[in-house]
Every structure is written in structure tokens, then in C-alpha cells.
């Protein structure tokens, strides 16, 4: 999933990364975080942190690469090391660039 970090500016540090539903689907878990649903309650925010209150914008990736929501920024997305290679390859359709 993308993740960005919503709290500190429109475009705020974003990574790629496996994240894990709950089983109501209506909170989300990463590196050791869990996010709840805003329920569209958040000004360009979906999920948010339910220990710091930190807001953040959690979708799918885009095929295109651009995830972000403001994409005229220059800031680079990060993409853990464990889904790499699968995010090059099945969601980009392309190898992993070196």
C-alpha cells in the first residue's frame, strides 16, 4: 500500500509497503502502527494514527507511480526492501531499477 504521512504538510514523508487489514476492515496495521479509518472526516487524510493522532493517506499503489495526491512534489517515495521487487514487477510491470 502507499502510505504518507499527512500531519506536517500536504506532502509529507510516503513509503510503499505491506500492510495488514483488520478483519472489519476498518483499521490497518503497519511496522508495528496501527491506523484507524477517518470515515472521510480528515481534509486529505483517510487513516489516522490511534496513538499519536497523526493523520496519514493509505491506498493501493498506482500503476502509473503517482501515488501521492499533490504529485508536483519532488519528494521520493520510499519502498521497503520486502515488497520491492513485487511492487516493481506487479504493480509497475518492470524490473526493480538499480
Not at 476492515?25 to 493522532?53: L, P
Amino acid at each position: 500500500m502507499y502510505i504518507e504521512n499527512k500531519s506536517g504538510s500536504l506532502n509529507g514523508p510516503a513509503r510503499i509497503g505491506r500492510v495488514t487489514f483488520s478483519k472489519t476492515g476498518k483499521s490497518v496495521s503497519y511496522d508495528g502502527r496501527i491506523f484507524r479509518s477517518s470515515k472521510g472526516s480528515r481534509f486529505k487524510a483517510n487513516y489516522v494514527d490511534v496513538e499519536t493522532g497523526e493523520e496519514f493517506w493509505i491506498s493501493g499503489p498506482r500503476k502509473d507511480g503517482r501515488d501521492r495526491l499533490y504529485p508536483e512534489s519532488s519528494s521520493p517515495v520510499e519502498i521497503d526492501a520486502d515488497v520491492a521487487e513485487e511492487y516493481w514487477r506487479e504493480i509497475r510491470g518492470m524490473n526493480q531499477p538499480d
